[in-house]
């Protein structure tokens, strides 16, 4: 039996992106947290200034042989427009920039060819950025499982429910029961 394996995506403020995955059969853990920056253990206020070149992701455990790492390219590119440059919803800054950081270079080749894919799908170029992942740094705390733990929060009532209705609507055979 193959290991879990891990995948690392951003696509705006990481409550909503975790809340979405979260519905996944098999995906045995979904983590918070910043990638792709300049400074080292970086805090949420850091990153939100911009000036540490961090973008918020979620980092997710998975079962390859119950969900494929295309599933999961699936479902990120539905939560999320991957042709707005650094922005998502109200979120604004290179924090909430789309990006993918791929663990190998089989996770790396399978991004690249649906990116190439899913841009001639759009009238605007998909602006995801795709690179190799250095250093995952987990999110404080308050900010794993924010969905689950705050779901009367207008930003989550807002922002993070409609992508989790989507996930249920679109990807309804890849549901965790």
Not at 72 to 90: C, E, K, M, S, W
Not at 144 to 172: G, T
Request: charged share 25%; with cysteine; glycine share 6%.
């Amino acid at each position: 039996m193959e290991a879990t394996q891990k995948a690392t995506f951003g696509g705006g403020c990481f409550w909503c992106i975790e809340a979405a995955f979260k519905e996944l059969d098999g995906i045995s853990d979904v983590t918070s947290g910043y990638a792709g920056g300049t400074v080292g253990n970086p805090t949420y206020e850091q990153v939100c200034s911009g000036n540490t070149g961090h973008a918020e992701v979620v980092q997710l455990e998975f079962d390859p042989n119950v969900v494929a790492y295309e599933d999961l390219l699936d479902v990120f590119f539905a939560v999320h427009d991957p042709t707005q440059l650094n922005r998502q919803g109200p979120d604004v800054g290179t924090q909430y920039r789309s990006v993918i950081f791929a663990h190998d270079d089989d996770q790396h080749r399978l991004a690249k060819a649906y990116i190439e894919a899913l841009d001639e799908s759009y009238d605007d170029d998909v602006v995801t950025e795709l690179t190799p992942l250095e250093t995952f740094y987990e999110a404080e705390e308050y900010h794993q499982d924010y969905f689950e733990k705050n779901p009367n929060d207008a930003y989550c009532r807002f922002h993070a429910r409609p992508k989790v209705e989507k996930v249920r609507e679109k990807f309804a055979d890849k549901l965790a029961h």
